[in-house]
């Protein structure tokens, strides 16, 4: 299958299997930014249900699903298992929906 995003980079899709391309891909953006902006990383569940609380993160399959943060230009996304990471021109992350 063939996955094309419109001014894209780069992209990678968050699963366990890849981590390592996701960590690659979202590079210098998991460093502590000198900003203030929320680094690029991974979230257990329970912080990703802290930090979004209005995404109905089932708490009760704790460990089964990954989840990531990721600083975009409108703010910080929670990208789910599946979800795709996607790099633009600029520079920027996004979150498609997987």
Same mark, same amino acid.
């Given at each position: 299958?063939?996955? %094309?995003?419109?001014?894209?980079? %780069? ?9 390592n ?13 000198p ?24 708490? +009760?399959?704790?460990?089964? +699903? ?5 600083? +975009? ?26």
């Amino acid at each position: 299958m063939r996955i %094309a995003f419109r001014n894209a980079i %780069a992209f990678e899709q968050l699963r366990w299997d890849n981590w390592n391309a996701v960590c690659d891909l979202m590079g210098d953006d998991m460093n502590d930014q000198p900003d203030g902006r929320t680094r690029a990383r991974g979230l257990l569940p329970e912080e990703a249900a802290e930090l979004f609380p209005l995404a109905g993160i089932p708490l +009760t399959y704790r460990g089964l +699903t990954m989840y990531a943060v990721i600083p +975009t230009p409108e703010g910080d996304q929670l990208v789910v298992e599946n979800d795709w990471i996607v790099r633009d021109r600029d520079g920027h992350l996004y979150r498609k929906q997987g």
